[in-house]
């Protein structure tokens, strides 16, 4: 009995085979640790629907002045692939979603939209990982991102993903994000990577953004369950078809810690230092004023400010899906409307995709953004989302979803507008597995 004991505490204190294998660490964008299932085989989908939709407007006013609320019926095809396949060192999973919309009385907002959620892993050397991360797709008006996923092994929240547009206007993003994880010993490693991403609208008067970035972490584990750390990150972002750009510097103390099997916290907590240059009225001195007759010019402002920073996540992982709660502030690019904010986001969701006929999906988040940039104010939203699937026959599945989103401002008074999508269908796929819900 005390050799096993004595060999179970070597091989704890080895370096594991280029594994962490302790709590997931947030701030490295990683899904929980439990939600690490065996395979999922690549699954298609394809779902026809009914759909009612409130809110639509476009980049554009009425004849009165005032911003468009259009309300349609339509039908909606989609279809798409997930799944998960491994290798001997390398391992892929896979979320992608198209779908093609037509409303009957509005087709100025008939769309095309795709969404990729791409992750792979790839073991180097035995104390070496290298991993990717991808996000990208076109959308018109787009509900549900930003949720855990069964079959792709990171967080998408952690991402560069727009989710509170406020136009019903072709958005087109992209995401890539590459990290080297080092596992040093059994305790300790190290994480080093970049990012890049874009985000692009149709509508000329909407504001583009590009941006690269730059982190790296140190992670030791205190125990079986507890990892502690710091993380530095910088990110340089600039906007496109305005003048403007911020360099952020996040600087962050890490904390995870398995509070049992399948029930996990992680979080982070520090300060970001926040260089911004933007083009700013300002008022002329009076002598001026009198002489030229103008009573405001223009001048590249130069802010630098500290705001608290970090983000926590606690997770439960079921046999058949996974709970989740989360909440933090970070720095963003804006909104296309907006450019350089400060968010506070929080969301819950849960999924569940049952052995027999069910799958549930929730989802339901609430930002609030502070703009420092072009404009100066505060706007928010709060969105929710339920999705249900029913096998009724072999392949052949009942599927229903509905979708809100509530825009919110005190300082604009305009920004303030509900929209809704209910979507009754069938959806087809192969297998008995009920379908999995996005």
């Given amino acids: 009995m005390k050799l096993v004991r004595v060999l179970t505490l070597i091989g704890w204190a080895l370096p ?31 779902e026809i629907a009914a759909t009612y939709t409130t809110g639509l407007a476009g980049v554009a006013v009425t004849d009165q002045g005032n911003l468009p609320n259009l309300d349609s019926y339509g039908v909606d095809l989609a279809f798409g692939v997930s799944g998960t396949h491994s290798w001997k060192h390398t391992k892929l999973g ?32 035995r104390h070496i990982i290298l991993s990717l991360r991808e996000n990208g797709g076109m959308f018109t008006r787009i509900f549900g991102l930003g949720s855990l996923s069964q079959t792709v092994p990171f967080d998408p929240s952690q991402s560069y993903i727009p989710t509170t547009d406020f136009f019903d206007n072709r958005t087109y993003f992209l995401s890539s994000q590459l990290d080297m994880k080092i596992q040093k010993t059994a305790r300790l490693s190290f994480d080093l990577g970049g990012s890049n991403y874009f985000t692009r609208y149709r509508a000329a008067g909407l504001i583009g953004s590009t941006g690269v970035g730059a982190h790296g972490d140190v992670q030791y584990r205190l125990s079986r ?27 962050q103390a890490t904390f995870a810690r398995a509070l049992a099997a399948k029930l996990e916290f992680s979080g982070s907590a520090g300060a970001s230092r926040v260089e911004q240059t933007f083009i700013e009225n300002v008022p002329v001195d009076p002598a001026i004023a009198a002489l030229l007759g103008v009573s405001m010019t223009t001048e590249i402002g130069h802010f630098v400010s500290w705001i608290p920073s970090g983000a926590v996540r606690l997770s439960q992982v079921f046999s058949r899906g996974v709970l989740y709660i989360s909440a933090g502030r970070s720095v963003v690019p804006g909104n296309g409307l907006f450019t350089t904010s400060y968010a506070d986001v929080a969301s819950a969701g849960y999924t569940y995709t049952g052995v027999r006929r069910w799958s549930l999906s929730a989802l339901a988040t609430y930002e609030r953004s502070r703009s420092i940039g072009n404009f100066s104010g505060v706007y928010a939203d709060v969105a929710g989302g339920l999705s249900a699937s029913r096998q009724i026959m072999r392949s052949v599945h009942f599927v229903v979803n509905y979708d809100a989103r509530s825009y919110r401002s005190g ?11 209910a979507r009754v269908g069938l959806g087809f796929t192969p297998g008995d597995v009920p379908l999995r819900i996005w």
Wanted: glycine share 8%; aromatic share 16%; proline share 4%.
């Fill in 94 to 125: 896979l979320d992608y979603r198209g779908g093609l919309s037509h409303f009957v009385t509005q087709s100025a907002f008939d769309s095309l939209s795709q969404q990729i959620l791409l992750g792979v892993t790839h073991q180097v050397t």
């Fill in 411 to 421: 300082t604009f008074q305009n920004y303030n507008r509900l929209i809704q999508e």
């Fill in 16 to 46: 594991a085979f280029a594994q962490y294998a302790g709590p997931a660490i947030l701030s490295r964008g990683e899904a929980p640790a439990a939600m690490n299932a065996p395979e999922i085989k690549f699954r298609p989908f394809v």
């Fill in 225 to 251: 369950r507890s990892t502690v750390g710091g993380v530095y990150d910088f990110e340089d972002f600039f906007y496109n078809g305005q003048f403007g750009a911020a360099q952020v510097h996040t600087f």
